[in-house]
């Protein structure tokens, strides 16, 4: 276990931003889930922004790499111009 103050506090920073960002992680994978099982395009339309800000969020924070996010948007984009 920890012995210096600094230690300590740097533990419980990194469980409370781990918390956070397992949150906010796991909603954008439902939003992305979401978006996927849209069958209407004019829905789907509607939600990618939200969806490609929550990505990029993660991104900005390191939290999923800038590469990943990329790929992630254009895979979204490719299903959104492949509804009828």
């Known amino acids: 276990m920890a012995n210096h103050q600094s230690s300590k ?10 918390l956070r960002n397992r949150y906010y992680a796991k909603t954008t994978r439902n939003a992305i889930k979401a978006l ?10 509607e939600l990618y922004p939200k969806v490609a800000s929550m990505i990029d969020k993660l991104a900005k924070k ?18 959104i111009n492949s509804l009828a």
């Open 9 to 18: 506090k740097r533990i419980r920073q990194t469980v409370t931003r781990n």
């Open 62 to 79: 390191n939290i999923i790499h800038k590469n990943k996010a990329a790929n992630l948007k254009a895979s979204l984009a490719n299903h």
């Open 36 to 45: 996927r099982l849209t069958t209407e395009k004019a829905a789907a339309s």
